[in-house]
């Protein structure tokens, strides 16, 4: 998987003109740190109706034929079918991407908390008409609102997610097998340990009862539940029983002062004294050391590109 993933951007979050003042709202620490790795897509829906640019903000208010989005002065710009409509018409290179950035707040990309208006009164209950649209097209694309990926533990949660639906897909061009499923899941399963021990064991007993009859089934049921899996966030205790787990692969192999040190370095770890990537550095030299096929196969250990520098911050 060398070529270059691409992700769908907020236009306005690249530093595009587009915002109903005439403005952008450039996010240079995303760009620059998702950009050594991530090819972006940008796209502005507003603008892609017909929007000019400055032009009359919208907002979403409640109303009988449900939330619509109109503008802020004259509620009978109504634009509500036009927005959602844009999402099914530039279909063809959304399925190609790997992941979405949205903005925040607007109610056309917000996901989550957009304000919605009923007479003079607001609660931030809805969700951009665009961004509903797409998660309704795209139910396993990887979606993420800019601010929230300020936050470490999300954005981990985020690229795993957009490297597992990349992933998938591959395996799903390529003709599903039971085996590829199987495998699969071998490569994820510490991923999910340190998520989720329901979903992890839930998981393991789908893989289980996978048969030729059932596979197209299992199938969908694995990658649903894998993916909403990995939109948990992982705790320190998650991990730290994933620490646990893969010492015990090498607790007879060795010596003393090295077993010492990964126990020390882990418990600094769970109790918030040192970032993960330091019982993963030792980890990982010691698994250099001494192979296994199981550890060679899982990507708990290099699920994503070390250039983005997450796991310093996890
Ligand atoms: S519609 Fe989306 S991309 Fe366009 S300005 Fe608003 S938030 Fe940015």
Same mark, same amino acid.
């Given at each position: 998987?060398?070529?270059?993933?691409?992700?769908?951007?907020?236009?306005?979050?690249?530093?595009?003109?587009?915002?109903?003042?005439?403005?952008?709202?450039?996010?240079?620490?995303?760009?620059? %740190?998702?950009? @050594?790795?991530?090819?972006?897509?940008?796209?502005?829906?507003?603008?892609?109706?017909?929007?000019?640019?400055?032009?009359?903000?919208?907002?979403?208010?409640?109303?009988?034929?449900?939330?619509?989005?109109?503008?802020?002065?004259?509620?009978?710009?109504?634009?509500?079918?036009?927005?959602?409509?844009?999402?099914?018409?530039?279909?063809?290179?959304?399925?190609?991407?790997?992941?979405?950035?949205?903005?925040?707040?607007?109610? !056309?990309? =917000? /996901?989550?908390?957009?304000?919605?208006?009923?007479?003079?009164?607001?609660?931030?209950?809805? /969700?951009?008409?665009?961004?509903?649209?797409?998660?309704?097209?795209?139910?396993?694309?990887?979606? %993420?609102?800019?601010?929230?990926?300020?936050?470490?533990?999300?954005?981990? $949660?985020?690229?795993?997610?957009?490297?597992?639906?990349?992933?998938?897909?591959?395996?799903?061009? $390529?003709?599903?097998?039971?085996?590829?499923?199987?495998?699969?899941? /071998?490569?994820?399963?510490?991923?999910?340990?340190?998520?989720?021990?329901? !979903?992890?064991?839930?998981?393991?007993?789908?893989?289980?009862?996978?048969?030729?009859?059932?596979?197209?089934?299992?199938?969908?049921?694995?990658?649903?539940?894998?993916?909403?899996?990995?939109?948990?966030?992982?705790?320190?205790? =998650?991990?730290?029983?994933?620490?646990?787990?893969?010492?015990?692969?090498?607790?007879?192999?060795?010596?003393?002062? %090295?077993?010492?040190?990964?126990?020390?370095?882990?418990?600094?770890?769970?109790?918030? %004294?040192?970032?993960?990537?330091?019982?993963?550095?030792?980890?990982?030299?010691?698994?250099?050391?001494?192979?296994?096929?199981?550890?060679?196969?899982?990507?708990?250990? @290099?699920?994503?590109?070390?250039?983005?520098?997450?796991?310093?911050?996890?």
């Amino acid at each position: 998987m060398d070529k270059q993933l691409i992700i769908g951007l907020s236009a306005c979050l690249a530093g595009e003109k587009v915002r109903f003042d005439g403005g952008h709202r450039k996010d240079a620490t995303l760009l620059e %740190e998702m950009g @050594k790795c991530f090819e972006f897509r940008t796209f502005c829906p507003e603008v892609a109706i017909g929007m000019s640019t400055p032009r009359e903000p919208i907002r979403l208010v409640t109303s009988t034929a449900g939330i619509q989005a109109v503008g802020t002065r004259d509620n009978r710009y109504n634009v509500t079918e036009p927005l959602k409509q844009i999402t099914v018409q530039q279909k063809a290179w959304i399925q190609t991407l790997s992941g979405y950035v949205v903005k925040k707040g607007s109610p !056309s990309c =917000g /996901m989550e908390r957009v304000k919605v208006y009923t007479e003079n009164r607001d609660s931030p209950t809805g /969700m951009g008409l665009f961004t509903e649209q797409l998660i309704q097209l795209f139910p396993l694309l990887p979606v %993420e609102e800019e601010g929230r990926l300020k936050n470490p533990v999300l954005l981990d $949660s985020f690229i795993q997610r957009i490297y597992a639906y990349q992933r998938w897909n591959e395996l799903d061009k $390529s003709g599903i097998t039971a085996y590829k499923i199987f495998n699969f899941h /071998m490569q994820y399963k510490m991923v999910l340990l340190s998520r989720c021990q329901k !979903s992890y064991r839930e998981l393991g007993r789908l893989i289980a009862a996978i048969t030729r009859d059932n596979i197209s089934i299992i199938a969908k049921q694995y990658i649903n539940t894998l993916m909403a899996t990995l939109k948990k966030p992982a705790t320190r205790g =998650g991990h730290f029983n994933v620490l646990q787990h893969l010492f015990g692969f090498l607790k007879n192999q060795l010596p003393d002062e %090295e077993k010492q040190q990964l126990l020390y370095t882990a418990e600094k770890y769970r109790i918030g %004294e040192l970032p993960l990537i330091a019982p993963l550095i030792l980890l990982n030299m010691y698994f250099t050391r001494h192979k296994h096929r199981f550890i060679e196969n899982t990507l708990y250990l @290099k699920p994503y590109p070390i250039e983005l520098g997450i796991y310093k911050k996890l």
